[in-house]
């Protein structure tokens, strides 16, 4: 069987020649069904340059990407919008969602985007809301919510067209840590639980916590990666801040 997705020697240049910067600089990992990968690194390590060219955002320089067998990298156009739309679900650091809609409203639209037929639509709302806890607020406009309310209408909306992948980048940089572990806790319930194949890129050691692998990566290539295997959230946290401390920089900007 294929994994969900396999990066194969990729590399992503900024810059001409004479300024060169290599954000990713030879990198090849792969993920498969019902992981929860953490990827962390230092700031400016090349992390975001990873999950952007993953999300086809952005394209790489050199090397292939694979979603399900699928090189996504050959992709353009209808092609790769229907890939955007229907095999990937984003949370972003700034929630995006669309300040004139109802919570509600905002998660209809990637099913109506994703032609789900009408009738289905709130079901599966009503169904994801109480999962994530937001039921009460679904006819609350973003305005009128907390910054974790934000971020769990935000998972819902990503998750709930069930994608083959789930990118998230710093999904918990602008909560506070209650909300941050909210956030986390439900992330890691939709992966165990609903099966989500979940890449979260985080610069956080006690969100990478919750994840089932951390690959850290360092100036552009990967550095380490460490398993969690049976052990508790709280030992491999202690795990991850060994690597962090190996990895060099300040340690303290990590946690
Ligand atoms: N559009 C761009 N043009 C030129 N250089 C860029 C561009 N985007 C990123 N870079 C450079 O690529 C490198 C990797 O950046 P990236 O945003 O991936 O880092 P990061 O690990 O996400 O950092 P942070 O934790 O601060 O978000 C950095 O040196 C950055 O300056
Ligand atoms: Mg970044």
């Known amino acids: 069987m294929n994994p969900i997705l396999k990066v194969d020697k990729i590399e992503k240049y900024y810059g001409s020649k004479s300024n ?3 954000a990713i600089d030879n990198i090849s990992f792969q993920v498969e069904k ?8 230092a700031s400016g390590s090349g992390k975001t340059t990873l999950l952007n060219v993953i999300s086809t955002i952005d394209k790489v320089t050199s090397g292939n990407i694979y979603l399900n ?3 996504i990298t050959k992709f353009k156009g209808k092609k790769l919008d229907e890939i955007r739309r229907k095999e990937l679900g984003f949370i972003f650091q700034d929630f995006n ?11 209809a639209v990637a099913c109506s985007i994703n032609k789900i037929p009408a009738r289905q639509i709130q079901t599966m709302i009503e169904e994801i809301a109480q999962k994530l806890g937001i039921k009460e607020i679904l006819q609350k406009f973003p305005y009128q919510l907390s910054g974790g309310q934000k971020q769990r209408v935000a998972a819902a909306r990503a998750i709930i067209t069930k994608p083959l992948l789930i990118l998230a980048d710093e999904p918990t940089g602008a909560l506070d840590s209650k909300a941050a572990t909210m956030l986390l806790r439900q992330m890691k ?9 979940i890449m979260m890129v985080t610069h956080d050691a006690f969100s990478a916590s919750y994840a089932s692998r951390v690959i850290f990566i ?19 946290f202690d795990k991850i801040i060994n690597v ?9 900007d990590a946690l």
């Open 97 to 107: 969602l669309l300040d004139t809609l109802t919570a509600y409203e905002n998660i």
């Open 189 to 197: 319930y939709l992966n165990e639980e609903e099966k989500a194949t």
């Open 20 to 22: 060169l910067t290599k």
């Open 69 to 71: 067998g699928e090189d």
């Open 218 to 236: 360092k100036d552009g290539k990967i550095f380490h990666e460490i398993l969690r295997g049976d052990d508790k959230r709280k030992v491999f």
């Open 244 to 252: 962090i401390s190996l990895l060099g920089g300040d340690v303290s």
């Open 34 to 41: 019902e992981e929860f990968v953490a990827i962390m690194g």
